[in-house]
């Protein structure tokens, strides 16, 4: 089956450290998006990427960083720099101007 | 980017009772999405109106697309536990790129 496939779930961070969160689709869409969510409250656009090898800075991009080699993955980097990762965080994927698939999320705390 | 209002932010209701959830615009949308997110879970895509005045229909869910096109609502009849979760709408930004904007959400809690 075609999905978005995040990992991990849980991730455990310790101030000062980078961590990356895997973001993977089998969809063949040529969009994919990262979204921070804090407990509730909606959706916040940290990067996206429209095609291979090019991304751009959503609405709080500040303290991460992404990659976009391979058209089936786009990898966030949260760095520390940002002050507050505590979150969860919310990879999707899109094809033309449709619904965004969504993977099941990584929720990150700070220890 | 484009913005939203989404209102309420709670809603408790009985098991069987209505509820709806209204998103609003100071601008014309070109389209509107709607996502259903459940405890703990994902967004899950559920429909997208593009149409002035377009009413659509899934089950016990009905959206409708305000003529205008600045408003949008989501109406659950005879709401279930099934129900239960954050429902969120979403608007493409203007420009050339093409990435949606959610509205805060409205939190459904249904007491059985």
């Known amino acids: 089956d075609g999905g978005i496939t995040q990992s991990p779930k849980y991730l455990f961070r310790k101030e000062g450290q980078n961590v990356t969160l895997s973001c993977e689709q089998n969809?063949?869409?040529?969009?994919m998006y990262w979204y921070r969510q804090d407990p509730g409250q909606g959706l916040r656009l940290i990067y996206y990427?429209?095609?291979?090898?090019?991304?751009q800075k959503g609405d709080i991009a500040e303290g991460y960083s992404v990659s976009r080699e391979k058209k089936e993955s786009f990898p966030l980097t949260v760095t520390s720099a940002q002050k507050n990762p505590t979150a969860f965080y919310l990879c999707?994927?899109?094809?033309?101007?449709?619904?965004?698939?969504f993977g099941s999320g990584t929720r990150l705390t700070v220890v | 980017g484009q913005q939203v209002m989404q209102i309420p932010q709670y809603q408790h209701v009985q098991e069987g009772e209505d509820f709806t959830t209204y998103c609003n615009s100071s601008?014309?949308?070109?389209?509107i999405q709607w996502y259903k997110q459940r405890p703990g879970g994902h967004p899950v895509f559920l429909i997208q109106?593009?149409?002035?005045?377009e009413v659509k229909k899934q089950k016990r869910l009905t959206f409708q697309f305000g003529e205008a096109k600045k408003n949008s609502s989501l109406h659950i009849t005879a709401t279930q536990t099934t129900d239960v979760g954050t429902y969120f709408c979403?608007?493409?930004?203007?420009?050339?790129?093409?990435?949606?904007?959610f509205g805060s959400g409205t939190q459904l809690t249904v007491l059985p």
């Open positions: 979403a608007v493409f930004s203007s420009g050339s790129a093409r990435q949606l904007t």
């Open positions: 990427s429209q095609i291979v090898n090019d991304f």
């Open positions: 601008t014309t949308l070109s389209n």
């Open positions: 999707a994927s899109s094809q033309g101007a449709w619904g965004y698939t």
């Open positions: 109106l593009v149409k002035s005045g």
């Open positions: 969809l063949n869409h040529d969009a």
